[in-house]
């Protein structure tokens, strides 16, 4: 089945450390997003890229750091920069950043502060 | 700041009744409007898109759009239980760099009673 594969489902980091959550497409879609969501709130974008080797910060990009060396991979990094990462995280995908049509979800990362 | 506005919940209704969700956008260029739906714990679903004004009907969903009061809204017919989630606005930038990229808003939680 085509899909958006996140992992891990929870992820629990301490103080000081990093952590990395993947991302991963099978839809052979051209662009990627992160994005972040608060309790009770909508979301917020992280990062997106258009392709490969490509990407460009969005609203709230400060304390993440993202790669996309393979057309199917968008991991984002949580960095010790970003002193409140306890949130709902949310890659999405669609074919192209320069078209009309929806983004759709994968099922998310939880990341809670030890 | 370009923003996307939803009318406050929760709004609760009766099961088979017709649920009523708004929301305002102050980008007047924008191209492109999506209404999803949130269980609680999930991640967002796709349930319309709408494109150019008037309304936009599949099956108990209707999407209106008024591009000239910069205004959409989502009407959820014969409401059933299984409806209630937090239903989030979407709004696509129109131009630029900003192709692609989604505003939403903060939600409006429904609650379905029986």
């Known amino acids: 089945d085509g899909g958006i594969t996140q992992s891990p489902k929870y992820l629990f980091r301490k103080e000081g450390q990093n952590v990395t959550l993947s991302c991963e497409q099978n839809?052979?879609?051209?662009?990627m997003y992160w994005y972040r969501q608060d309790p009770g709130q909508g979301l917020r974008l992280i990062y997106y890229s258009q392709i490969v080797n490509d990407f460009q910060k969005g609203d709230i990009a400060e304390g993440y750091s993202v790669s996309r060396e393979k057309k199917e991979s968008f991991p984002l990094t949580v960095t010790s920069a970003q002193k409140n990462p306890t949130a709902f995280y949310l890659c999405?995908?669609?074919?192209?950043?320069?078209?009309?049509?929806?983004?759709?979800f994968g099922d998310g990362t939880r990341l809670s502060i030890l | 700041q370009k923003e996307v506005e939803q009318n406050s919940g929760p709004l609760s209704v009766p099961e088979g009744a017709i649920a009523s969700l708004n929301c305002t956008y102050s980008d007047r260029g924008s191209q492109s409007f999506f209404w999803y739906r949130q269980y609680s714990g999930k991640s967002p679903e796709l349930i319309m898109s709408i494109y150019s004004n008037g309304d936009k009907e599949d099956g108990r969903f209707t999407a209106q759009l008024n591009k000239a009061s910069q205004y959409v809204s989502l009407l959820i017919r014969d409401s059933q239980p299984s409806d209630s989630a937090t239903y989030l606005c979407a709004v696509s930038a129109a131009g630029g760099t900003s192709y692609g990229k989604l505003t939403f808003g903060q939600g409006t939680i429904l609650t379905v009673h029986p």
């Open positions: 839809l052979n879609h051209d662009a």
């Open positions: 999405a995908s669609k074919r192209q950043v320069t078209d009309y049509q929806p983004q759709h």
